[in-house]
C-alpha cells in the first residue's frame, strides 16, 4: 500500500493529521491536472490553477466520511477531476448570473478608444477635459493629446513623451478613466 492510499484511508476515518499530510504529496500532481482544466478555460478566467486545486482539495479531503473513502490513488485523482470540473462549472454559472455581470462583455482597456465625436460640443468638451487634466498631470495629458489627436500607437506616444511604455500603459489608463469621469460629470461625454 502505498503513502498516498494509506494517507486516504487515514484521513477518511477522520484522521486530520493524515489529511494535512496528504496534501504534500498530491499537491504537484494536483497542480499538473489543474493546469491541464485552466488550460481549457476560456481566456480571462479569473481563478487560478493554485486556487482550483486548493478548493478542490478541500472538498475531497475535508467534506469526506469515513464512508466515502477512496479506493486508492487513481480513485482520488479521478474524484479531484471531477471536483475541479465542478468548480469550473460553478464558477462559470456564478459569473452568467445577471447580478454579477453576465450580461457584461470584458474589454481590455487599451483596446477601447475614446468615445468622443470629433466635431462639434464633444471636440470642446474634450479639448477642455484636457484642459483640466494637464493641470493635475501633464504628462498624461500630453500623451492623451499624442495619441487622440496625433493618432500615435502608445508606444510612439511614449517614445515622444520620453517615458517607457509600461508608464506610458498605466498614465493612459488612467488618463482615459480621468477623462471619461470628467466628461460625464460636467455632461460633455457623448454617452
Do not use: C
Not at 12 to 37: C, F, H, I, N, Q
Not at 76 to 81: K, M, Q, Y
Amino acid at each position: 500500500m502505498s503513502d498516498v492510499t494509506r494517507l486516504l484511508d487515514a484521513a477518511a476515518a477522520g484522521d486530520t493529521k493524515a489529511a494535512s499530510e496528504l496534501l504534500p504529496l498530491v499537491y504537484d500532481e494536483l497542480r499538473k491536472l489543474a493546469a491541464v482544466r485552466m488550460a481549457q478555460e476560456a481566456p480571462g478566467q479569473t481563478l487560478e490553477a493554485t486556487a482550483l486545486v486548493h478548493e478542490a482539495y478541500v472538498r475531497l479531503v475535508g467534506a469526506r466520511s469515513a464512508s466515502e473513502g477512496f479506493d486508492g490513488r487513481g480513485h482520488f485523482f479521478a474524484a479531484a477531476a471531477e471536483a475541479m470540473r465542478r468548480i469550473l462549472i460553478d464558477q462559470a454559472r456564478r459569473k452568467q448570473a445577471d447580478k454579477h455581470g453576465g450580461g457584461w462583455q470584458r474589454l481590455d482597456v487599451m483596446d477601447v478608444e475614446l468615445a468622443v465625436d470629433s466635431s462639434g460640443d464633444d471636440l470642446l468638451a474634450v479639448n477642455e477635459a484636457l484642459t483640466r487634466l494637464a493641470a493635475r498631470d501633464a504628462q498624461a495629458a500630453r500623451l492623451v493629446e499624442l495619441r487622440f489627436f496625433a493618432g500615435l500607437s502608445l508606444e510612439q506616444a511614449a517614445a515622444a513623451v520620453g517615458i517607457p511604455a509600461r508608464t506610458a500603459y498605466r498614465l493612459w489608463a488612467y488618463a482615459r478613466a480621468w477623462l471619461r469621469r470628467d466628461l460625464d460629470r460636467s455632461g460633455g461625454g457623448s454617452r
